[in-house]
Structures are given as structure tokens and as C-alpha cells.
């Protein structure tokens, strides 16, 4: 358990020092975990609701501060290029979020080339039940983007690198609050990169 524990906290201190210099990535980081937090409590009680907060706000604001605000040049704090630290990369890199993200946004022309999705669903008749349902794809390409990098990460690296990455994915909202409910104030003063020495 200890070896878990400790793998854990060097993929999360990995992921923080490596893509998350900019205070506005934080800030995009801080709603999302907080709209992911609220999206957890929804699963419970109404699921397509939650994927719908989940992909739509939680996904976004974050995917957003990765891709638009997050440094892409050499970084000096960690001495090593975008491009290593995309090689490196245990979870989903840019270029698997990109396509991860293709996925998410094309999904729903599924459902007019079939209603149904092939049997699998019942044919929507309003507005309001084709927002349902696709609702409904997306937390199965939720689930299975998860379950896919878990299992994969099992035979690239190894079981437990599989499961302590899913774990911290799960867990990112409460960490994330953690490390970054300061960056707005951050933000404020003006600070938009975080200082290195924090990164080294």
C-alpha cells in the first residue's frame, strides 16, 4: 500500500509541475474540479445530467487551459521540451486528448445516422431526449476513455502504474482544489506562470 501511495503522489507532483505553470490553466483547473465534484454527487441521482456537467463544463474549462494557456516552449523549471514531456506522459498527452476530444465532440452525429445507436437506445422524439441521449454516450466514452488508458497503461507500463493513474484521475477534483482554490487571487496580482522554483 505504501508503494501505492508513494506512486501516487509522483504522478500527481509529475503532472503538476510539468503542465500546469500557468495560473490560468489553475484557475480553468479549479472550476473544473468544482464542476466535477458536483457532477459526482449528480451521477447518483440523474447520470445523463452529470455527463452533461461533466464534458460540457468540467472537460472543457480544463481541456481549454492545456491546450490555449499552458507554455509549450522549453521548460526551464523542469529543464526538458514540450516534446519530452509529451513522450513521458503517463495519462492522456495532447495529442490522445485531442483525440479523445474529436471523439466526445463528433459523437452525437451517431445518433442521426441512427437513433437507436444500433439498438442500443430508444429512438428520441423531442429536443430534450436527444440532449439525454447523448448525454448517455457521453458518460459511457467517459467510462471507457478511463477504463481504456487503465488497461493499456497495464500492458505499456504496469498493473499498478494502470490503477495509480486511475485513481488519481478520480481523485483530481479534490486534489486539484488542494493546489490551485489560491490561483484566482494569483491571477489578480497579476502572476500568470507560477514561479519556478515551485516546479523544481
Same mark, same amino acid.
Given at each position: 500500500?505504501?508503494g501505492f501511495l508513494e506512486a501516487l503522489r509522483v504522478q *500527481?507532483?509529475? +503532472? ?7 495560473? #490560468? !490553466?489553475?484557475? %480553468? ?6 464542476? /466535477? ?15 452533461? $456537467?461533466?464534458? &460540457? ?17 522549453? +521548460?526551464?523549471? !523542469? ?8 513522450? #513521458? ?9 485531442i483525440v479523445l476530444l474529436t471523439i466526445w465532440a463528433l459523437? @452525437? ?10 439498438? #442500443? ?12 441521449? $447523448?448525454?448517455?454516450?457521453? &458518460? ?7 477504463? /481504456? *488508458?487503465?488497461?493499456?497503461? /497495464?500492458?505499456?507500463? +504496469?498493473?499498478?502504474?494502470? %490503477? $495509480? ?6 481523485? +483530481? @477534483? ?23 522554483? *515551485?516546479?523544481?
Amino acid at each position: 500500500m505504501q508503494g501505492f501511495l508513494e506512486a501516487l503522489r509522483v504522478q *500527481r507532483w509529475d +503532472d503538476h509541475r510539468y503542465y500546469h505553470h500557468s495560473r #490560468i !490553466n489553475q484557475a %480553468l483547473h479549479l472550476v473544473s474540479a468544482i464542476s /466535477f465534484l458536483v457532477a459526482y454527487v449528480l451521477v447518483f441521482f440523474d447520470p445523463a445530467a452529470a455527463a452533461l $456537467v461533466g464534458w &460540457l463544463v468540467a472537460m472543457t474549462s480544463r481541456q481549454i487551459g492545456h491546450l490555449f494557456f499552458e507554455p509549450k516552449g522549453y +521548460d526551464e523549471a !523542469n529543464q526538458a521540451t514540450h516534446e519530452h514531456k509529451e513522450e #513521458i506522459k503517463v495519462g492522456y498527452n495532447l495529442n490522445r486528448k485531442i483525440v479523445l476530444l474529436t471523439i466526445w465532440a463528433l459523437s @452525437p452525429l451517431s445518433l442521426f445516422i441512427d437513433p437507436t445507436l444500433y439498438g #442500443i437506445l430508444d429512438p428520441y422524439t423531442t429536443p430534450a431526449e436527444f440532449v439525454r441521449q $447523448v448525454a448517455k454516450i457521453w &458518460l459511457f466514452l467517459g467510462l471507457a476513455g478511463l477504463l /481504456f *488508458r487503465t488497461v493499456h497503461l /497495464f500492458f505499456i507500463k +504496469d498493473v499498478q502504474t494502470g %490503477l $495509480v493513474w486511475m485513481t488519481k484521475i478520480l481523485t +483530481d @477534483p479534490f486534489h486539484d482544489i488542494k493546489l490551485y482554490y489560491k490561483s484566482p487571487y494569483y491571477l489578480m496580482r497579476g502572476e500568470l506562470i507560477e514561479p519556478k522554483q *515551485r516546479h523544481g
